[in-house]
């Protein structure tokens, strides 16, 4: 009879039991696994010889993740960091040799630039990527933000001289139709998107509420 007892550790028992390559995601993440293919403008049904909608995709998807904002952006001499706005320091005011303007400041507000025509999906297209199916929780998605590396004084002052912002991962939780501002929570160390308590953060942050019966 003691054969067959079930060790009560026999999830961990079998996590180890790993026996030659498999094609399983093995990484833990908070991050549906659509969240991550691109839109492709490809018929399902292709001619022989053509190339396969799901090769494409899978190309694409390879494609923009092995793309980094930063780097992209520091090739074209853009330092991210001075894309924040902060306040007038009169005391470091620049001097002719550091060719800056010390009056007008170096950039210009995002609004001028904030063009959407181009995007390939709506902010609820976005959004509605966190739903898997079969599913009624809505999981974060995946992005990239500008945010200060100091969560307390960039709560406190986020125009501040002693920020420094960097790109950084996050789960985009939501979006605000009358700012047209995303809501979005840094990740962990492991790349999961976790409250204070290391619960996932689900439905951008507030908790469903299910009918009984």
């Not at 490809?42 to 494409?56: N, Y």
């Not at 010390?102 to 297209?125: A, G, S």
Request: aromatic fraction near 8%.
């Amino acid at each position: 009879v003691t054969t067959f007892k079930i060790p009560e550790d026999l999830r961990s028992i079998l996590d180890k039991e790993v026996i030659g390559p498999t094609t399983e995601n093995l990484i833990k993440s908070d991050f549906p696994e659509q969240s991550f293919k691109p839109k492709v403008q490809i018929a399902f049904k292709r001619l022989p010889g053509q190339c396969p909608r799901e090769v494409e995709v899978e190309r694409r998807r390879q494609l923009y993740c092995s793309f980094d904002i930063a780097q992209l952006l520091a090739s074209k001499g853009i330092d991210s960091n001075q894309l924040m706005p902060r306040h007038h320091d009169p005391d470091n005011m620049p001097t002719i040799q550091e060719k800056k303007d010390p009056v007008f400041p170096i950039y210009l507000p995002l609004k001028i630039f904030d063009n959407d025509e181009y995007d390939c999906r709506t902010p609820e297209e976005w959004i509605s990527l966190g739903l898997e199916p079969g599913s009624h929780d809505r999981k974060p998605v995946p992005g990239k933000a500008l945010l200060p590396t100091d969560d307390v004084l960039g709560h406190e002052d986020p125009k501040s001289q002693k920020l420094i912002y960097e790109w950084i991962d996050v789960g985009v939780l939501d979006y605000d139709k009358k700012t047209e501002l995303y809501l979005v929570h840094k990740t962990d160390k492991n790349r999961l998107v976790r409250d204070e308590e290391g619960r996932p953060i689900l439905n951008g942050g507030m908790f469903q509420v299910r009918p009984f019966g």
